[in-house]
Nanobody, 124 residues
Framework: QVQLVESGGGLAQAGGSLRLSCAAS????????MGWFRQAPGKEREFVAA????????YYGDSVKGRVTISRDNAKNTMYLQMNSLKPEDTAVYFC?????????????????WGQGTQVTVSS
C-alpha cells in the first residue's frame, strides 16, 4: 500500500503562484508514474500533469500547459506541482495519484493510489 498526502493548496490571486506537494509513504512509489488531477464543483475530474518514474519525462493537460511544472524527488518520496500565472478557472480540488506504469499516464483509471486532495482557490 502507498499513502499519498497532498499539501500546499490555499487561496491565491489571479496571476499568482502555488506549489503543491504530494508526500508518499508506505511501499516505495519510485517504481511507477505519478500524476496530478483536479476536480472543480460540478465538473468531471481533469488530468493536469504526469511524470514518469525517473522524473525524466513529463506531460501536461492543455488547460495548464506552459503554466505548471511537475517534478518528483524519489529520495524524498515527494512529488510537486508548481503552478504559475494562476487563473480563476484553476480553482478545484487537486489530487495526486501514483501507479506502477513505466510510461506517462494521463488516464485516471490507470492509477492505483490517490490522495485525499487539496483545495486551490484562485480569486480574480
Amino acid at each position: 500500500q502507498v499513502q499519498l498526502v497532498e499539501s500546499g493548496g490555499g487561496l491565491a490571486q489571479a496571476g499568482g503562484s502555488l506549489r503543491l506537494s504530494c508526500a508518499a509513504s508506505g511501499r516505495t512509489f519510485s517504481t511507477g508514474a505519478m500524476g496530478w488531477f483536479r476536480q472543480a464543483p460540478g465538473k468531471e475530474r481533469e488530468f493536469v500533469a504526469a511524470v514518469t518514474s525517473s522524473g525524466g519525462r513529463t506531460y501536461y493537460g492543455d488547460s495548464v500547459k506552459g503554466r505548471v511544472t511537475i517534478s518528483r524527488d524519489n529520495a524524498k518520496n515527494t512529488m510537486y506541482l508548481q503552478m504559475n500565472s494562476l487563473k480563476p478557472e484553476d480553482t478545484a480540488v487537486y489530487f495526486c495519484a501514483a501507479g506502477y506504469s513505466q510510461g506517462l499516464v494521463f488516464v485516471g483509471s490507470a492509477y492505483t493510489y490517490w490522495g485525499q486532495g487539496t483545495q486551490v482557490t484562485v480569486s480574480s
